[in-house]
């Protein structure tokens, strides 16, 4: 399966943006499906997981409750659904998959063999 994550841009703190993750050589249905980010001159950090079985999410403390990782039923995209965004939150955002994945692991980037190219979100004060 290939990855590619779309829907980027610059939006105002307090604005949301949409993210979406779609797959094309297959589906998404055995997957964990991860978001990344890297901030300039940071390590890419993870943001929210995905299991497509059972729909289980998983996200890091600092976007609880501002940010939802959804599914769509046909098992090709994923979507990052991003509120109450924060400077902090301006990063190019990757999308990533992978099978197999204990849910104690969802978080590890050296974990995920297929990545998405970036997409550039920017958050200006």
């Known amino acids: 399966v290939q990855l590619q994550a779309s829907g980027g841009g610059l939006v105002q703190a307090g604005g949301s943006l949409r993210l979406s993750c779609a797959a094309s050589?297959?589906?998404?249905?055995?997957?964990?499906v991860g978001w990344f980010r890297q901030a300039p001159g940071k390590e890419r950090a993870f943001v929210a997981a995905?299991?497509?079985?059972?729909?289980?999410?998983y996200y890091a403390d600092s976007v609880k409750g501002r940010f939802t990782i959804s599914r769509e039923n046909a098992e090709k995209t994923v979507y990052l659904q991003m509120n109450s965004l924060k400077p902090e939150d301006t990063a190019v955002y990757y999308c990533?998959?992978?099978?197999?994945?204990?849910?104690?692991?969802?978080?590890?980037?050296?974990?995920?063999?297929?990545w998405g190219q970036g997409t550039l979100v920017t958050v200006s004060s």
């Open positions: 990533a998959a992978q099978s197999g994945l204990m849910q104690s692991s969802v978080s590890r980037r050296d974990l995920y063999h297929t």
């Open positions: 050589g297959g589906t998404l249905r055995n997957y964990f």
């Open positions: 995905l299991r497509w079985s059972g729909g289980h999410t």
